[in-house]
């Protein structure tokens, strides 16, 4: 059935649901994102003396910024995935069953690595002080493997989880540009909330990042079309090629701002000058909104790759209206307090100033 | 391996250790508040050390109730897509309630609750610590509502082998939510209570003389002693109101196989499914009929009523046992230590050893208690509407296995280090910070508590 003719008869909760849900991804990624790219990041905390051994104060010192730098926000960023699979699991539960029943084992490598990453953030600071090392290994090793466990499930959605070793593949190398570009978000968010030698050194790891990251875009935006006539003909078919073009083009051009800024970035910041310093951060989430976009454009209104769309797998719709009513109410008050909780902490990150 | 079983035992280990936290963090946020106000109140330092050092607490207990939630939030559709499937119109507005009235409140302004203290006046740091302890309320408000609504489903109807929504007052305050969320409510105070005095009695023991100590552990004993009737209370009246809606379990927790006029209550019994009778048994005569007809001669159903509907009698027989013991030795335990603090000013050696001892008593009877309910709806998952059997899903056996296997690992690793790390943080507030040299007791922290730049 063609999108308009199941709009009239499905209604259009289904959407403004999928809309809801979209935006409750998009905000985790964009701000668990950089919470996972700092914890990624954390092994090469760096002391000032070029040593990096676990002991290395300098080292210690750089890593408890590193961390402050998200200690307040993590927890709400977080609640974003939360929301996002609640709306998949109460406004579209036969798809919740489909899609979280295909990708069962990455899913619990993710939640074994948040859970690792998210108990780490307390215990780094409250265990036995010969133990911190041990919870910064687990602080490391949690944010990497939830960044990959998610890139790995993003790719195995993408091909509509088929199996095989060319799908497999493509996961994999998913998994690993998703780690860069959460990466590259961390790096962002380290040079605009750390000073000195920190936020040099943020700058050199933005700028490692960074190709990685497009990369993984090029990828999944040659993949996709291929995995789907579908999905080829939307993008490709006249005149939709020439309407869509903006999208990669603004793609290709904020990687080019991206990359210039840091270029120019370490001398200015070595003269204390901290004009532009949010410009990588602010790109990059410029890149995952477009990239976010251009894979939102390709699917619907599918929510398993040309098996379920969202007409077919909503719940009923007095259900939803309850809910809508609630999310119209509600979810401006996050924003608000969202909001206000950025400001109470904004400015650069100091060494931790616990409670 | 039976995938369901399998399926059950890691949704049960994953809930089990999910709800040790949250039992903690709801009650611990008032306690906070209630820390913060006499400070406010008094100006005297003790209250804000007594805050400063169970926000930690809070904080690290916190961090582990909310990754073990978000595993739930995914299992639900991976163990059991059945359930979404048949009431998820029913289930899912109640938790996308919960997300979005609580969750997000209370991780906000956990932040200015635990790193804020001087970027806001006092002012508003009291006021972020009223809305992480009312978020953390919020949240058990809705999803007990959506547990009750399980054992007690209301205001809904069957179309198509779906769950619709008729009625929501009815689905949130279906006939068992009242007593359920008051009976949990009082266990997570009661669960801080004990963790609090036995925290504070471990300080005590090792010399610990900051006077923030004996405030905190007065304020757990005399909260344990106020609470614990309250919850005898309220566990009665829960209790009479599942013998309305869900005899069976009554009869499972009771072990009567027979319907009887003056049941006896068992003290001790091996119930054995296989004779449909008890091994061993030891009971108080009329008891049950009494308590829970308030009749000695009064008529109580027995298991073999129902029969193939009703749920393992074992483990309901023993969990249910293992919460009232230990609720009763709560009673015992509280009230003395009143009594003895009030007259000696402070706990007798041994009294201290058995507040350490009882440190996680509310942990036992809170998750017997849980298994007494869940164990009890068996085999329904909710309750006369979707058998459990029916709600489960196709994922192979060896994948649940390891997984769940990964997740026991994690679970044990995870609930070693929480209480280690609060008994470390216990001997560590006793010297001044990093000035590790000083061996000598804390002296009462002088001054007013500022909100400035430590």
Not at chain 1, 215 to 228: D, E, H, Q, R, W
């Amino acid at each position: 059935m063609d999108p308009l003719t199941n709009l009239q008869n499905g209604g259009w909760l289904p959407v403004v649901f999928l809309a809801l849900m979209g935006v409750a991804m998009l905000a985790y990624v964009v701000l668990d994102g950089y919470d996972l790219g700092v914890g990624i990041l954390l092994r090469r905390a760096n002391g000032a003396d070029g040593t990096n051994s676990a002991n290395s104060t300098n080292a210690d010192i750089e890593k408890d910024i590193m961390i402050s730098s998200i200690g307040p926000f993590w927890d709400a960023n977080e609640t974003w995935l939360v929301l996002g699979v609640g709306i998949l699991l109460v406004a579209f539960p036969m798809a919740h069953g489909v899609i979280l029943g295909e990708l069962y084992l990455p899913v619990a490598l993710m939640l074994l690595g948040l859970m690792l990453r998210g108990v780490a953030f307390d215990f780094r600071v409250k265990a036995r002080a010969a133990h911190k090392h041990l919870w910064n290994n687990a602080f490391y090793a949690g944010s990497v493997l939830a960044s990959f466990s998610q890139g790995v499930m993003l790719g195995l959605y993408i091909t509509g989880f088929k199996n095989g070793w060319a799908e497999y593949g493509f996961a994999i190398i998913t998994g690993l540009c998703l780690c860069a570009g959460y990466a590259l978000l961390g790096a962002g968010w380290l040079i605009m909330k750390t000073e000195g030698a920190l936020q040099q050194r943020a700058v050199r790891w933005a700028l490692g990042s960074l190709w990685f990251t497009g990369a993984g875009i090029a990828a999944i935006s040659i993949v996709t079309p291929l995995v789907s006539a579908r999905i080829f003909e939307k993008w490709f078919a006249l005149p939709n090629l020439f309407l869509l073009m903006p999208v990669p083009a603004a793609t290709a051009v904020l990687f080019f701002v991206i990359d210039r800024a840091l270029r120019r970035l370490p001398k200015r910041l070595s003269e204390g000058n901290e004009y532009g310093a949010w410009v990588p951060f602010a790109c990059t989430v410029g890149i995952f909104i477009l990239a976010f976009y251009g894979l939102a454009y390709s699917l619907f209104p599918y929510l398993v790759v040309d098996k379920i769309d969202i007409w077919q797998a909503a719940s009923a719709p007095e259900s939803l209206k309850i809910i809508l009513v609630g999310a119209v109410v509600v979810l401006p008050a996050i924003l608000g307090y969202t909001i206000y909780a950025y400001r109470v902490f904004w400015g650069k990150a100091r060494a931790l100033t616990y409670y | 391996m039976d995938p369901i079983l399998l399926a059950r035992a890691q949704f049960g280990a994953n809930i089990t250790f999910h709800i040790l936290f949250p039992t903690i963090s709801i009650a611990m946020g008032w306690v906070l508040l209630f820390f913060k106000l006499r400070f406010n109140a008094t100006n005297n330092a003790k209250w804000m050390d007594a805050y400063k050092f169970w926000v930690k607490i809070f904080a690290l207990t916190f961090a582990l109730g909310v990754v073990s939630g978000i595993t739930m939030s995914f299992q639900f559709g991976t163990n059991w897509p059945g359930y979404m499937q048949t009431v998820g119109n029913i289930a899912g507005p109640l938790l996308a309630y919960e997300v979005m009235t609580a969750f997000f409140l209370e991780a906000s302004f956990l932040g200015i609750m635990l790193f804020g203290t001087n970027r806001v006046s006092n002012r508003t740091h009291t006021i972020a610590t009223l809305l992480v302890a009312g978020g953390t309320t919020l949240s058990a408000f809705w999803i007990i509502a959506l547990n009750s609504w399980m054992h007690t489903p209301a205001g809904f109807e069957m179309i198509a082998g779906k769950a619709h929504a008729v009625d929501w007052f009815q689905i949130i305050f279906n006939p068992s939510f009242p007593y359920r969320l008051t009976h949990m409510l009082l266990a997570s105070g009661l669960t801080v209570s004990f963790l609090i005095a036995g925290i504070s009695a471990y300080r005590w023991q090792r010399n610990d003389r900051n006077p923030s100590v004996m405030a905190a552990l007065k304020t757990g004993i005399t909260l344990a002693a106020v609470l614990i009737p309250l919850q005898i209370m309220a566990g009665d009246a829960h209790g009479l109101n599942t013998l309305k809606y869900q005899p069976a379990k009554v009869a499972a927790m009771e072990g009567l196989w027979e319907t009887e006029k003056g049941a006896p209550s068992l003290l001790f019994a091996i119930p054995n499914e296989k004779t449909r009778s008890n091994d061993f048994a030891i009971g108080i005569p009329k008891l049950t009929s009494l308590v829970l007809t308030h009749e000695l001669d009064g008529e109580v159903k027995g298991l073999n009523e129902f029969k193939g509907k009703h749920p393992p009698v074992a483990p309901l027989f023993w969990a249910f046992r293992i919460m009232v013991g230990t609720g009763m030795l709560m009673l015992s335990v509280s009230w003395f230590s009143v009594w003895q603090i009030r007259k000696r000013g402070a706990p007798a050696p041994w009294l201290a050893r058995a507040l350490v001892g009882m440190t996680f008593a509310g942990w036992v009877a809170t998750v017997a208690g849980w298994y007494v309910t869940e164990i009890g709806r068996q085999p329904y998952l909710v309750y006369g509407v979707l058998k459990t059997v029916d709600a489960a899903s196709a994922i192979p056996s060896a994948m649940i296995a390891s997984t769940f296997i990964m997740y026991l690992l994690l679970y044990a690793a995870l609930t070693v280090a929480y209480v280690t790390v609060i008994f470390h943080l216990a001997r560590k507030a006793q010297y001044p910070a990093a000035s590790g040299a000083s061996h000598m007791p804390t002296p009462a922290l002088n001054g007013n508590f500022q909100p400035a730049k430590k």
